[in-house]
């Protein structure tokens, strides 16, 4: 058993690799936050891994926290630094927080953040970018994300990928110029592969003030 946040941001991207799936998370090994912490999702993006914990904290409000670290070469991960992190002011493990909050919307945007980190990718700047974080709160009818990606420069990563929530929140972390549309595809409840309301993630660093938001997508 890990024996503080750090080390279960450590243990779970370890124990992704070791899957060595690329697209599923690992899941959860509470049933919520009044057991201990959860790892609600992990975005590995390139060699860089950030993993999104919640907890409950001493003063009774659930808490989020957000942790990366980098791949080495051999493919272990180095030791998980804390990122950021507070209150929130719902449990997205329970479901009758997150269906109060959504009021039948099957996602919707939940918080968003930047910070600068080393990504040594060649259009980096001295190897330093701003990346931006988008949190998705999902309803428990939803079985998995498609979601598609789309970058104004080059990009190795697949333009198609999917993530099966495992709690109510999911985490995307975008480089600058990237914009990434979510599509909620219903398996739980009501006619399968259904799919729900999409809505796009943006980033763009470009000029002064950084653009990024969620908005629903328009998919003609």
Not at 10 to 39: D, F, S
């Amino acid at each position: 058993m890990p024996k503080n946040l750090a080390e279960l941001a450590h243990a779970a991207l370890t124990a992704k690799a070791e899957r060595a799936t690329a697209a599923i998370q690992v899941t959860a090994t509470w049933p919520g936050i009044g057991a201990g912490p959860v790892v609600a999702d992990i975005c590995v993006r390139d060699d860089l891994g950030f993993v999104l914990l919640l907890h409950r904290r001493r003063d009774g409000q659930a808490a989020e926290e957000l942790y990366f670290s980098t791949r080495r070469d051999d493919g272990s991960w180095a030791a998980a630094d804390h990122l950021s992190g507070g209150a929130l002011g719902i449990d997205p493990t329970d479901d009758r927080d997150v269906v109060g909050v959504l009021r039948g919307r099957p996602l919707a945007p939940f918080g968003e953040s930047e910070t600068e980190l080393f990504t040594g990718r060649p259009q980096a700047d001295e190897g330093y970018e701003r990346l931006c974080f988008h949190e998705v709160l999902v309803g428990p009818e939803v079985g998995r994300l498609d979601v598609e990606r789309a970058s104004s420069g080059s990009d190795t990563d697949p333009s198609r990928f999917h993530k099966a929530p495992t709690c109510g929140v999911a985490l995307f972390a975008l480089f600058p110029g990237e914009r990434l549309t979510v599509r909620p595809i219903v398996e739980n409840v009501g006619p399968p592969g259904a799919p729900g309301q999409a809505y796009e993630l943006t980033y763009s660093d470009d000029g002064p003030e950084a653009d990024r938001g969620v908005r629903p997508a328009d998919l003609g």
